[in-house]
T-cell receptor, first 116, second 115 residues
Framework: DARVTQTPRHKVTEMGQEVTMRCQPI?????VFWYRQTMMQGLELLAY????????DSGMPKDRFSAEMPDATLATLKIQPSEPRDSAVYFC??????????????FGPGTRLTVL | AQKVTQAQTEISVVEKEDVTLDCVYE???????LFWYKQPPSGELVFLIR??????QNEISGRYSWNFQKSTSSFNFTITASQVVDSAVYFC????????????FGKGTKLTVNP
């Protein structure tokens, strides 16, 4: 049963600390997304990659957030320094785009981040 | 710009009632995909359905049905004979052509089904 996995599931940290969230996409998927969910803004896209190359990171605060795919099996989202307003649930999703064929996005369980 | 509006913030029904969740979208693309996701209290996002812009046929899956109308830019979701387990937040979403492109979500509708 292929699933997107995310670690950690929960993270509590203090303002100013670095936070790294990890995602393992479904094997064979070539597109990886990072979404953030807050009460005020709802679900919003932060960034996404295709074949490990960033396609769109316009939703991400550039001064403190960074997203990378060191290899095809790992995507990371880093916040440095973290702030209380970053408290949210961060979802990773993966999908496949190949020769025009469609594949829906599968979401991971999310990382619930609390910045004190 | 793409936009999804779910005007109903919260809905409360009694078990066995039918309930319809509304979704209105905006896009300039002629090819696009529409989705519904369910987020139960446990927090995960569960895919329910996708529909491409060329297929306006209604779809039924058990107690769930979806009504897609391009003329009104709506993609409404109906649960027939609701059950307590249907209690969740339901999100409508839109993506550009290709499917595995970024999703634009509505704000969600929280459905509570009371026994």
């Amino acid at each position: 049963d292929a699933r997107v996995t995310q670690t950690p599931r929960h993270k509590v940290t203090e303002m100013g600390q670095e936070v790294t969230m990890r995602c393992q996409p479904i094997l064979g998927h070539n597109t990886v997304f990072w979404y953030r969910q807050t009460m005020m803004q709802g679900l919003e896209l932060l960034a996404y990659f295709r074949n490990r190359a960033p396609l769109d990171d316009s939703g991400m605060p550039k001064d403190r957030f960074s997203a990378e795919m060191p290899d095809a099996t790992l995507a990371t989202l880093k916040i440095q320094p973290s702030e209380p307003r970053d408290s949210a649930v961060y979802f990773c999703a993966s999908g496949l785009v190949q020769g025009g064929a469609y594949n829906e996005q599968f979401f991971g369980p999310g990382t619930r981040l609390t910045v004190l | 710009a793409q936009k999804v509006t779910q005007a109903q913030t919260e809905i409360s029904v009694v078990e066995k009632e039918d309930v319809t969740l509304d979704c209105v979208y905006e896009t300039r693309d002629t090819t696009y995909y529409l989705f519904w996701y369910k987020q139960p209290p446990s927090g995960e996002l569960v895919f329910l359905i996708r529909r491409n812009s060329f297929d306006e046929q209604n779809e039924i899956s058990g107690r769930y049905s979806w009504n897609f109308q391009k003329s009104t830019s709506s993609f409404n979701f109906t649960i027939t004979a609701s059950q307590v387990v249907d209690s969740a937040v339901y999100f409508c979403a839109l993506s550009e052509a290709g499917g595995s492109e970024k999703l634009v979500f509505g704000k969600g509708t929280k459905l509570t089904v009371n026994p």
